[in-house]
């Protein structure tokens, strides 16, 4: 199988890994006992879980999304029409 069958290119595939860690990282923040009847904890309210882990959580998505849109450079793309990558030599004719 050939590699430009491939919608994504192996960047996509490690930034997209970087993202879902950053999400999880996020939502293992976010994570911790709560309050029950009985017993009032104010952790549940702590700045840790309020405004830090959704911003993680946050930052993993938007950098998940710049991973699936992100187009991998082709290094074919400069070169002149006809050309595959090899030396050329100027023939005359």
């Known amino acids: 199988m050939d590699k430009r069958d491939f919608a994504f290119g192996r960047m996509n595939f490690i930034l997209l890994a970087i993202g879902m860690a950053v999400v999880i990282i996020g939502f293992i923040l976010m994570a911790g006992?709560?309050?029950t009847e009985e017993a009032y904890n104010p952790e549940i309210f702590s700045a840790r879980r309020i405004k830090v882990?959704?911003?993680v959580c946050l930052l993993g998505?938007?950098?998940?999304?710049?991973?699936?849109?992100h187009k991998p450079h082709d290094k074919r793309q400069n070169?002149?029409?006809g050309t595959d990558g090899e030396d050329t030599k100027l023939r005359i004719d």
């Open 79 to 81: 070169l002149p029409q």
């Open 53 to 55: 882990a959704p911003v």
């Open 33 to 35: 006992g709560g309050s």
């Open 61 to 69: 998505f938007v950098s998940m999304i710049y991973a699936v849109v």
